[in-house]
C-alpha cells in the first residue's frame, strides 16, 4: 500500500501471520469458554479488525459489544488519563467477558477498562491483545490471550492508525519517516 510523503512502511507482523494465530486463539477461546456466557467486547476504534477476525475463529454463541475510551496525550504517547466515549450498550451481570484490544503499550488505558468492566458485575473478566510492547510497561496488566509480542516500535495496519491514517493495511507495519 502506498505510504503518505515522508513515511515508509514496513512489514512487522505479516497478514498471513496475523490470520494463523487468529486461527490458534480463537480455538483455545472456544476450549477455554465451553458451556459459559461470554461477550466480547471490543475496545474501538483500533480492535475492530481483529475483533471482526477472532470472532469467526471461535466456535460458540457468544455476543459482542463496544466501548470506545479516549486516552489523553499526543497520538504515539499516551498520557494515562482515560475517558469513557462510548460504554457497554448491555449489562455484563452474570457473564464471561473477554476484552478485545489492539495493542498494550504503557497498560494505561487496558488497566483503566480491566478496573472498569470487573465493577460491573461479570462472573469473570480476561484480556486478548493482539500484540504486546512489554518493553513499555508502566502498569501490569493481566494478559490471558496474546497474539504477538513486539518491540518499542510504533506500528499501524490491521486496525492501527497513527493520526487515523493505515488502519486498513493488511498487515502490521513500523512507519519508517524518511526524508522525501
Ligand atoms: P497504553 O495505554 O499506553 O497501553 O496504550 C494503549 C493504546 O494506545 C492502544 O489501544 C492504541 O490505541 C494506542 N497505541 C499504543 N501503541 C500504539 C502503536 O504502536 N500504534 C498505534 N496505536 C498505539
Known amino acids: 500500500m502506498q505510504s503518505a510523503q515522508g513515511e515508509k512502511l514496513e512489514v512487522l507482523v ?5 490470520a494463523s494465530r487468529v486461527q490458534n486463539l480463537g480455538k483455545r477461546i472456544t476450549l477455554d469458554y465451553q458451556n459459559k456466557p461470554l461477550i466480547m467486547i471490543g ?4 480492535s475492530f479488525i481483529f475483533l471482526a477476525d477472532l470472532i469467526r475463529a471461535v466456535d460458540l454463541p457468544i455476543s459482542v459489544d ?6 489523553y496525550g499526543t497520538s504515539t504517547k499516551s498520557s494515562g488519563v482515560v475517558r469513557i466515549i462510548k460504554d457497554l ?20 488505558t487496558l488497566n483503566y477498562i480491566y478496573g472498569h468492566v470487573k465493577s460491573r458485575g461479570a462472573l469473570s473478566v480476561k484480556i486478548c491483545s493482539l500484540l504486546d510492547k512489554p518493553e513499555r510497561r508502566q502498569v501490569a496488566v493481566p494478559l490471558h490471550y496474546k497474539g504477538f509480542e513486539i518491540p518499542d ?24 519517516r524518511t526524508n522525501g
Open 14 to 18: 505479516s497478514a498471513k501471520d496475523i
Open 43 to 46: 475496545i474501538l476504534k483500533g
Open 66 to 71: 463496544f466501548m470506545s475510551v479516549s486516552s
Open 89 to 108: 450498550d448491555h449489562s455484563i451481570e452474570g457473564h464471561h467477558i473477554l476484552v478485545v484490544e489492539d495493542i498494550v503499550d504503557t497498560g494505561l
Open 153 to 176: 516500535e510504533f506500528v499501524v495496519g490491521y486496525g492501527l492508525d497513527v493520526d487515523e491514517r493505515y488502519r486498513n493495511l493488511p498487515d502490521v507495519c513500523k512507519v519508517v
